[in-house]
């Protein structure tokens, strides 16, 4: 049978009664449901503040968007991020008018703080740190660079639902953490996300923001005229980024089940661990201090890796690359050359299957058909890394 990267799992009958709510209030949209599960997510997670949005990379611009009108940054402004990353992390801030600036990963595949240190230049304003599969890597040390050079932090969250560190769910301590609820990630919807910022006027602003810049509030709070009811003001451009009640309905329901969902991950990743960690040919993340990771990904590090891969989808295995070196692509072309380790790890790296829908013979199966792999490409045993 094939074994796939990722296999969303949905609690079915749970997500349409909550779905059902909606369609017969006949309330679909922004409010109720999204207001409901921002509650609760908050309560959940510790996070002072959450919008809940139609997507992370939605999140992603927006946070950059708040916090360079804020604190009034000016075009062409850089911000520090990794090359090692899903394109929506810089694209965000090339959509917000800034510059990407790539500072290389460590063995954690998360930014390496010295490596952010050696990138800072008169012009920095922010950093982007991504959360790699959902591991924290050295995400405190890099925060507090940030804090000691009045650097805004956010935080790419996409892979970290249910992260803990130092025993606090993540994204309290930086500026704005985004969280992906995309159907592949650890808290599935359809498609949504959500910008969680630290400070109450960061998320008053992005709630305008991600309605086409509509002021409701301010038009409430001037006119208590009941016919004036339909009128409101746009006091920006803003952009179509909201989250809607569908969405949030299944997100509600997924939440009751991430802590759950996540510990089972875990326990599989351990599985994948335990059957590798021998194999000198297999260089696997190591497990950051203090850190509960969400256990998105697990990611393994190979000589050959393409041949393994093919090896490997030959036999009905279809692992994932996460990432290729953003550098590559034209569109940050520009960048290349700066980050050896994430243009090496980006070379090596397989993402093997992890979702709810395996069980521990399967993990046993992948693992032993990728030491099997190694010996068919003659991969050579993983230089220290
Ligand atoms: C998935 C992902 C995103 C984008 O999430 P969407 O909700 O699909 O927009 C951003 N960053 C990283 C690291 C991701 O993996």
Redesign the pocket.
């Known amino acids: 049978m094939a074994v796939h990267l990722f296999v969303p799992h949905f609690s079915v009958e749970e997500c349409l009664e909550e779905v059902r709510a909606c369609l017969e209030r006949g309330w679909t949209g922004a409010g109720y449901k999204t207001l409901e599960f921002e509650a609760e997510w908050c309560r959940q997670t510790g996070l002072a503040h959450a919008h809940f949005l139609n ?6 611009h927006l946070a950059l968007e708040v916090l360079k009108r804020r604190l009034g940054w000016a075009a062409g402004d850089e911000v520090i991020s990794t090359p090692l ?2 394109v ?2 810089n694209h965000a801030i090339l959509h917000a008018g800034l510059r990407p600036v790539m500072a290389d990963v460590d063995r954690f595949l998360c930014l390496d703080p010295d490596a952010v240190a050696a990138r800072l230049s008169p012009r920095t304003r922010a950093v982007m740190f ?3 599969g959902g591991t924290a890597g050295r995400y405190a040390a890099v925060r507090d660079l940030c804090r000691a050079r009045g650097i805004a932090l956010i935080l ?1 969250a ?2 970290m639902a249910g992260t803990r560190l130092d025993g606090a769910h993540v994204g309290h301590d930086a500026d704005a953490a ?1 969280f ?3 159907a ?2 650890n808290l599935p919807t359809g ?3 959500a910008v969680c910022f630290a400070q109450g006027v960061d998320d008053a602003a992005a709630r305008r923001l991600s309605w086409l810049g509509i002021d409701k509030d301010t038009y409430a709070r001037t006119q208590s005229d009941a016919t004036y009811r339909w009128r409101y003001d746009v006091a920006d451009t803003g952009f179509k980024y909201h989250g809607n009640s569908i969405m949030a309905a299944i997100a509600l329901v997924q939440l009751r089940h991430l802590e759950r969902d996540n510990a089972r991950r875990r326990q599989l990743a351990a599985r994948y661990r335990a059957r590798l960690a021998e194999d000198p040919r297999v260089t696997l993340q190591p497990e950051a201090p203090d850190c509960v990771p969400s256990g998105h990904l697990f990611p393994i590090r190979v000589d050959r890796r393409d041949d393994l891969m093919a090896w490997l989808n030959a036999r009905e295995v279809y692992p994932g690359v ?2 290729r070196d953003n550098t590559e692509y034209p569109m940050y072309a520009d960048q290349a050359g700066h980050c050896p380790a994430a243009r090496a790890a980006s070379l090596s790296l397989i993402s093997l299957p992890l979702h709810l829908g395996l069980d521990e013979a399967t993990v046993d199966h992948v693992a032993g058909l990728v030491r099997q792999g190694l010996d068919a490409v003659g991969a050579a045993p993983a230089v220290a890394s």
Request: no cysteine; aromatic share 14%.
């Open positions: 997507s992370a990379t939605a999140g992603l990353t899903f929506s992390t991504v959360g790699f790419d996409a892979h985004v992906s609820f995309h592949v990630k498609d949504s996300g996460h990432y």
